[in-house]
């Protein structure tokens, strides 16, 4: 399943994933990942986070890091699945380069392909998207699309409901910490015969609040 995580800024979604990750202490109840707690090492074995931040090692080449990366996981590096990943993101010849000398694009393409590469059944994916070029999207959206096929289970956190329209097939819409929306894209579509977008503005009182602008 494709699921995204929508809402603006501080409504909790990277809080909450977080949590999901075990990087922040869940306060009360209990997170489960196929019967299991999600602070098991078999599950967190099952799980790749891609941050926001795209802090990597810069004294490592661009192979280097996707070979530790796959390392952490107890994986060999497939170098037929790195050279084909590699041409998708146009990253073929960048891949013997220190990631000191990477664009802050390169650096999220390099993320994304050491995602791609290990292949987790929960890929996460924190505005990782934000920053790459417009080839390097529809390249990500058709692989993403690819890897849910194959059984993998994408949650997307993201602020874009455009993009969320165009790639996911389920929609969590936070706002100021609640669960607005819960639902199949699809049938979102046809329930509120309206776009994501308006829905939220319906949530913010989007009208009250433009009369409200316009009279100051």
Known sequence: EFVALAGPNGCGKTTLIKIICDLLKIQKGEIQFNGKNHRDLAVKKNIVYLPSEDYLPEFLTGKEYIQLFSNLYCQRVNDERLTKLSQYYSMEGEMEKLIEDYSHGMKKKTQII???MVQPKLLIVDETLNGIDVEAMEVTKLLFQEFVKIGGTILLCTHDL???EKISERVILLYQGN????EKINILEKKY????IDIFKDIIHYEELKNEIKSC
């Open 179 to 182: 669960i607005h929306i819960d």
């Open 162 to 164: 455009l993009l969320v």
């Open 114 to 116: 050491s995602a791609l």
């Open 193 to 196: 015969s309206k776009g994501l």
